[in-house]
């Protein structure tokens, strides 16, 4: 319950070179549109450090530093490249992108867009 408290929860929806954050405990949303690519021909995320800088970015902005507020628990949805679904190594990049980016944990989703209620409950699960 403490952690609860004091926790955010951040979902996260990644575009082709795009990224749409939402504060699910504050509301905030913020969207990120690169300026260079990480999105490629073949992969939502293809350029990972590029990505993740712009993310690092996003997060900052995204998530209330308090007293004794920890690392953020993000649900992150790819919106777009997911036909016949994640392949394990599509998925790790997503955790890994996210993790890297200042998550405490990372729940990855693929499925229909979620409502902040369905964002938290994926976020317990994690």
Known sequence: MFSKIFSNTVYIRVHPNKFELKNIN?????VLSAIQSFTTKRQLIGEFTTAEELLKKGMKQSVERRFLSGKPVVVIQPMSMIEGGLSQVE???LQELAVGSGARKV???VGHELSDNEVLQRAESV
């Open 107 to 109: 729940k990855v989703w």
């Open 26 to 30: 504050t509301g905030k949303t913020l």
């Open 91 to 93: 998925e790790r990049v």
